[in-house]
């Protein structure tokens, strides 16, 4: 059974691009968290989705960020107009209904140049 | 608001010397506490649940315990490649609520 799969593993963006990152969750897992790190920096919530659904969007900044998770294909966290504060590791983790315990990816490390 | 403060930032240890990692949290109302380990350049890796106050639960050389306002992480006989940064999460019962993390303990084991 193939973990939650993250990528690009790295993404090198110029300021004012727009950076996709992708997450596909464990198989039979359809709640997805993104989460974002900065360095020295604990894991920061950023939005909670389920299929076709966001949930809980709270940690996400209201302009640049959005997320989805279609019903089908894996979810996508984008950032438009990047700038270097966006600069950061993004992990994506996955869980069962019902279930608390939830399992990351690799995560994609984004640099703005 | 809830909060999760891990301490300390990073501890030394020489190979085999046993010690805790503590973990204090507030919680409106606690659904579970979660321990990972995270690696360099890695995500975390899931560790244990625990869900009420006097669990423990184990794995290999980790012991987790759980009271009502803290948890222990305890390292007995460390071994280098237990060298990680160890993340302690809680979830509020409230609704579907995600986890919030403390920064996390650095462990340096040394042979």
């Known amino acids: 059974n193939a973990g939650v799969m993250q990528n690009p593993r790295h993404l090198v963006r110029r300021r004012g691009q727009e950076a996709r990152l992708r997450c596909s969750p464990m198989?039979?897992?359809?709640?997805v968290y993104w989460y974002r790190q900065l360095p020295e920096e604990g894991l920061k919530f950023m939005v909670y989705l389920q299929k076709e659904n966001i949930i809980d969007e709270s940690g996400m900044p209201k302009e640049r960020f959005s997320a989805e998770f279609p019903k089908e294909g894996p979810s996508i966290l984008r950032i438009q107009q990047v700038v270097r504060g966006d600069s950061a590791a993004y992990f994506c983790?996955?869980?069962?209904?019902?279930?608390?315990?939830?399992?990351f990816g690799q995560g994609t490390r984004l640099t703005v140049v | 608001e809830d909060q999760v403060t891990q301490s300390p930032e990073a501890l030394r240890l020489q190979e085999g010397e046993s010690s805790s990692l503590n973990c204090s949290y507030t919680?409106?109302?606690?659904?579970?506490l979660f321990w990972y380990r995270q690696d360099p350049g890695k995500g975390p890796e899931f560790l244990f649940t625990l869900y009420s106050a006097g669990e423990e639960k184990e794995k290999e050389r980790l012991k987790a315990t759980l009271t009502k306002k803290e948890s222990f992480l305890h390292i007995t006989a460390p071994k280098p490649e237990d060298s990680a940064t160890y993340l302690c999460?809680?979830?509020?019962?409230?609704?579907?609520?995600?986890?919030?993390f403390g920064k996390g303990t650095r462990l340096s084991v040394i042979a």
């Open positions: 919680v409106s109302g606690l659904r579970g």
């Open positions: 983790a996955s869980s069962r209904p019902g279930v608390t315990e939830a399992f």
């Open positions: 999460a809680v979830q509020a019962s409230t609704g579907n609520t995600p986890l919030v």
């Open positions: 198989k039979g897992h359809s709640h």
